[in-house]
Protein backbone atom coordinates (compact mmCIF):
# COMPACT_ATOMS: atom_id res chain seq x y z
CA UNK A 1 0.00 0.00 0.00
CA UNK A 2 1.52 3.16 -0.67
CA UNK A 3 1.55 6.13 1.40
CA UNK A 4 -1.14 7.88 0.38
CA UNK A 5 -3.55 5.15 -0.86
CA UNK A 6 -6.09 5.37 1.72
CA UNK A 7 -4.68 8.47 3.50
CA UNK A 8 -1.32 10.04 5.46
CA UNK A 9 -2.21 10.43 8.91
CA UNK A 10 0.69 12.18 10.96
CA UNK A 11 0.04 11.21 14.83
CA UNK A 12 1.76 13.84 17.14
CA UNK A 13 1.46 12.33 21.12
CA UNK A 14 4.02 12.22 23.68
CA UNK A 15 1.84 9.89 25.69
CA UNK A 16 3.15 6.37 24.72
CA UNK A 17 -0.37 4.65 25.89
CA UNK A 18 -2.71 7.06 23.84
CA UNK A 19 0.04 6.97 20.66
CA UNK A 20 -0.14 3.28 20.75
CA UNK A 21 -4.20 3.19 20.99
CA UNK A 22 -4.24 5.40 18.02
CA UNK A 23 -1.72 3.64 15.83
CA UNK A 24 -3.23 0.82 16.61
CA UNK A 25 -6.95 1.76 15.22
CA UNK A 26 -5.17 3.40 12.37
CA UNK A 27 -3.81 0.05 11.96
CA UNK A 28 -6.55 -2.33 11.99
CA UNK A 29 -8.41 0.14 9.66
CA UNK A 30 -5.43 0.07 7.08
CA UNK A 31 -4.27 3.32 7.07
CA UNK A 32 -0.72 4.58 6.63
CA UNK A 33 0.65 6.79 9.33
CA UNK A 34 3.88 8.58 11.28
CA UNK A 35 4.53 9.49 14.47
CA UNK A 36 5.86 12.67 16.07
CA UNK A 37 6.72 12.57 19.94
CA UNK A 38 7.23 16.35 20.02
CA UNK A 39 6.68 19.84 18.34
CA UNK A 40 9.45 19.57 16.36
CA UNK A 41 9.63 16.48 14.74
CA UNK A 42 6.02 17.30 14.21
CA UNK A 43 6.95 20.10 12.21
CA UNK A 44 9.76 18.56 10.26
CA UNK A 45 7.62 16.01 8.89
CA UNK A 46 4.51 17.83 8.26
CA UNK A 47 6.81 20.16 6.32
CA UNK A 48 8.92 16.77 4.25
CA UNK A 49 6.04 14.25 4.72
CA UNK A 50 2.63 16.42 3.49
CA UNK A 51 0.42 14.27 5.49
CA UNK A 52 -3.29 14.13 4.34
CA UNK A 53 -4.49 14.51 8.51
CA UNK A 54 -2.58 15.66 11.16
CA UNK A 55 -3.63 13.94 14.65
CA UNK A 56 -2.38 16.48 17.39
CA UNK A 57 -2.47 16.32 21.45
CA UNK A 58 -1.91 20.10 22.46
CA UNK A 59 0.42 19.66 25.56
CA UNK A 60 3.77 18.50 23.98
CA UNK A 61 7.09 18.58 25.96
CA UNK A 62 8.72 21.46 23.77
CA UNK A 63 5.78 23.57 22.29
CA UNK A 64 2.14 23.96 22.99
CA UNK A 65 -0.06 22.18 20.42
CA UNK A 66 -1.52 25.61 18.97
CA UNK A 67 1.94 26.79 18.34
CA UNK A 68 2.26 23.92 16.28
CA UNK A 69 -1.29 24.44 14.13
CA UNK A 70 -0.62 28.73 13.89
CA UNK A 71 2.75 27.53 12.24
CA UNK A 72 1.18 25.00 10.00
CA UNK A 73 -1.73 26.99 9.16
CA UNK A 74 0.89 29.44 7.51
CA UNK A 75 1.88 27.27 4.60
CA UNK A 76 -0.87 24.16 4.85
CA UNK A 77 -4.88 23.72 4.80
CA UNK A 78 -4.08 20.21 5.69
CA UNK A 79 -7.13 19.12 8.52
CA UNK A 80 -6.02 19.33 12.13
CA UNK A 81 -7.91 16.81 14.73
CA UNK A 82 -6.59 17.67 18.32
CA UNK A 83 -7.08 14.89 20.56
CA UNK A 84 -6.39 16.16 24.27
CA UNK A 85 -7.04 16.19 27.61
CA UNK A 86 -7.72 19.67 28.04
CA UNK A 87 -11.32 20.00 28.54
CA UNK A 88 -12.22 23.52 28.92
CA UNK A 89 -13.93 25.55 26.34
CA UNK A 90 -11.08 27.69 26.16
CA UNK A 91 -8.86 25.71 25.35
CA UNK A 92 -11.18 24.49 22.56
CA UNK A 93 -11.93 27.80 21.16
CA UNK A 94 -7.84 28.68 21.12
CA UNK A 95 -7.04 25.65 19.34
CA UNK A 96 -9.92 25.84 16.80
CA UNK A 97 -9.84 29.54 16.23
CA UNK A 98 -6.41 29.44 15.25
CA UNK A 99 -7.15 26.89 12.71
CA UNK A 100 -7.82 23.45 14.06
CA UNK A 101 -10.86 21.57 12.34
CA UNK A 102 -11.74 19.26 14.78
CA UNK A 103 -11.52 18.93 18.58
CA UNK A 104 -11.79 15.70 20.78
CA UNK A 105 -11.49 15.36 24.27
CA UNK A 106 -9.89 12.39 26.15
CA UNK A 107 -10.64 9.62 26.91
CA UNK A 108 -12.14 9.10 23.86
CA UNK A 109 -14.22 6.18 21.50
CA UNK A 110 -12.06 4.77 19.52
CA UNK A 111 -15.33 4.49 16.91
CA UNK A 112 -15.73 8.44 17.34
CA UNK A 113 -12.12 8.98 16.71
CA UNK A 114 -12.45 6.65 13.60
CA UNK A 115 -15.25 8.29 12.17
CA UNK A 116 -13.40 11.84 12.50
CA UNK A 117 -10.62 11.05 10.88
CA UNK A 118 -12.87 9.63 8.10
CA UNK A 119 -14.38 13.15 7.85
CA UNK A 120 -10.77 14.91 7.23
CA UNK A 121 -9.74 12.62 5.27
CA UNK A 122 -13.25 13.19 2.97
CA UNK A 123 -11.80 17.06 3.44
CA UNK A 124 -8.33 16.28 2.32
CA UNK A 125 -9.30 14.33 -1.04
CA UNK A 126 -11.63 16.95 -2.15
CA UNK A 127 -8.93 19.93 -1.70
CA UNK A 128 -6.01 17.49 -3.46
CA UNK A 129 -8.57 16.99 -6.27
CA UNK A 130 -9.23 20.20 -6.74
CA UNK A 131 -5.86 21.17 -7.09
CA UNK A 132 -4.92 18.57 -9.42
CA UNK A 133 -7.44 18.97 -11.73
CA UNK A 134 -7.29 23.18 -11.42
CA UNK A 135 -10.87 22.59 -10.62
CA UNK A 136 -12.75 25.36 -8.00
CA UNK A 137 -12.39 23.75 -4.48
CA UNK A 138 -16.16 23.92 -4.23
CA UNK A 139 -18.65 23.17 -6.57
CA UNK A 140 -21.93 25.64 -6.99
CA UNK A 141 -24.50 22.74 -5.25
CA UNK A 142 -24.30 21.24 -1.77
CA UNK A 143 -25.48 18.20 -1.06
CA UNK A 144 -25.84 16.61 2.59
CA UNK A 145 -28.80 14.02 3.02
CA UNK A 146 -32.14 15.65 2.55
CA UNK A 147 -30.36 19.17 2.35
CA UNK A 148 -29.58 20.82 -1.08
CA UNK A 149 -27.97 24.25 -1.73
CA UNK A 150 -27.45 26.00 -4.58
CA UNK A 151 -25.12 29.12 -3.60
CA UNK A 152 -25.65 30.89 -7.04
CA UNK A 153 -29.68 30.64 -7.19
CA UNK A 154 -29.95 31.73 -3.43
CA UNK A 155 -32.27 28.09 -3.10
CA UNK A 156 -32.63 25.64 -0.26
CA UNK A 157 -34.07 22.65 -0.24
CA UNK A 158 -34.89 19.98 2.12
CA UNK A 159 -36.34 16.84 1.52
CA UNK A 160 -37.55 18.52 -2.06
CA UNK A 161 -39.42 21.19 -0.46
CA UNK A 162 -38.02 24.74 -0.87
CA UNK A 163 -36.95 26.58 2.38
CA UNK A 164 -37.44 30.11 2.58
CA UNK A 165 -34.34 31.95 4.39
CA UNK A 166 -33.46 35.46 5.54
CA UNK A 167 -30.23 36.70 4.29
CA UNK A 168 -28.38 35.88 7.86
CA UNK A 169 -29.73 32.55 7.99
CA UNK A 170 -28.98 32.10 4.50
CA UNK A 171 -25.44 33.11 5.34
CA UNK A 172 -25.19 30.62 8.41
CA UNK A 173 -26.53 28.18 6.68
CA UNK A 174 -23.79 28.41 3.58
CA UNK A 175 -20.82 29.14 6.07
CA UNK A 176 -21.44 25.65 7.72
CA UNK A 177 -21.72 24.10 4.58
CA UNK A 178 -18.48 25.06 3.17
CA UNK A 179 -16.99 23.83 6.38
CA UNK A 180 -18.73 20.78 6.72
CA UNK A 181 -17.37 18.41 9.08
CA UNK A 182 -15.39 21.25 10.94
CA UNK A 183 -16.22 22.93 14.45
CA UNK A 184 -16.89 26.84 13.50
CA UNK A 185 -15.96 28.76 16.49
CA UNK A 186 -18.86 31.42 17.84
CA UNK A 187 -16.34 34.11 16.75
CA UNK A 188 -15.47 32.65 13.40
CA UNK A 189 -18.68 32.78 12.50
CA UNK A 190 -19.25 36.04 14.05
CA UNK A 191 -16.46 37.72 11.94
CA UNK A 192 -17.94 35.95 8.90
CA UNK A 193 -21.25 36.55 8.65
CA UNK A 194 -21.67 39.90 11.16
CA UNK A 195 -18.35 41.38 10.11
CA UNK A 196 -16.97 41.54 13.76
CA UNK A 197 -16.67 39.24 16.75
CA UNK A 198 -18.39 40.72 19.65
CA UNK A 199 -19.83 38.59 22.55
CA UNK A 200 -22.66 41.27 22.53
CA UNK A 201 -23.79 39.54 18.78
CA UNK A 202 -23.70 35.36 20.67
CA UNK A 203 -27.29 35.88 21.50
CA UNK A 204 -27.88 36.94 18.13
CA UNK A 205 -26.23 34.21 16.58
CA UNK A 206 -28.09 31.65 18.83
CA UNK A 207 -31.55 33.11 18.25
CA UNK A 208 -30.49 32.80 14.25
CA UNK A 209 -29.37 29.25 14.58
CA UNK A 210 -32.51 28.65 16.06
CA UNK A 211 -34.72 29.63 13.39
CA UNK A 212 -32.50 28.02 10.96
CA UNK A 213 -32.97 24.66 12.84
CA UNK A 214 -37.02 25.28 12.63
CA UNK A 215 -36.15 25.29 8.89
CA UNK A 216 -34.04 23.03 8.10
CA UNK A 217 -34.32 20.33 10.87
CA UNK A 218 -37.12 17.46 10.91
CA UNK A 219 -36.85 17.33 14.58
CA UNK A 220 -35.14 20.81 15.91
CA UNK A 221 -34.56 19.29 19.65
CA UNK A 222 -32.52 16.36 17.83
CA UNK A 223 -30.55 17.97 15.00
CA UNK A 224 -29.53 16.11 12.23
CA UNK A 225 -27.48 18.97 10.55
CA UNK A 226 -26.12 21.45 12.59
CA UNK A 227 -24.63 20.10 15.60
CA UNK A 228 -23.68 22.59 18.84
CA UNK A 229 -21.01 22.38 20.79
CA UNK A 230 -21.50 24.15 23.88
CA UNK A 231 -19.25 27.04 24.79
CA UNK A 232 -17.66 26.21 21.50
CA UNK A 233 -19.41 26.73 18.01
CA UNK A 234 -21.64 24.81 15.66
CA UNK A 235 -20.86 21.69 13.06
CA UNK A 236 -22.51 20.61 10.17
CA UNK A 237 -22.54 17.22 10.29
CA UNK A 238 -22.20 14.88 7.42
CA UNK A 239 -25.53 12.74 6.96
CA UNK A 240 -25.74 9.73 4.57
Not at 31 to 39: I, M, R, T, Y
Request: glycine fraction near 6%.
Amino acid sequence: MSQHETGYILVVEDDAAIRNLITTALELHELSFDVAENGAQALLKAVSHTPDVIVLDLGLPDMDGVEIINKVRSWSLVPIIVVSARQEDTDKVAALDAGADDYLTKPFSVDEFLARIRVALRRSQVANASVQTNAPAESSVFENGGLHIDYAAGCVLVDGQEIHLTPIEFKLLCLLARNSGKVLTHTYILKEVWGQALTSDLPSLRVFMTTLRKKIEADPAHPRYIQTHVGVGYRMMRVD
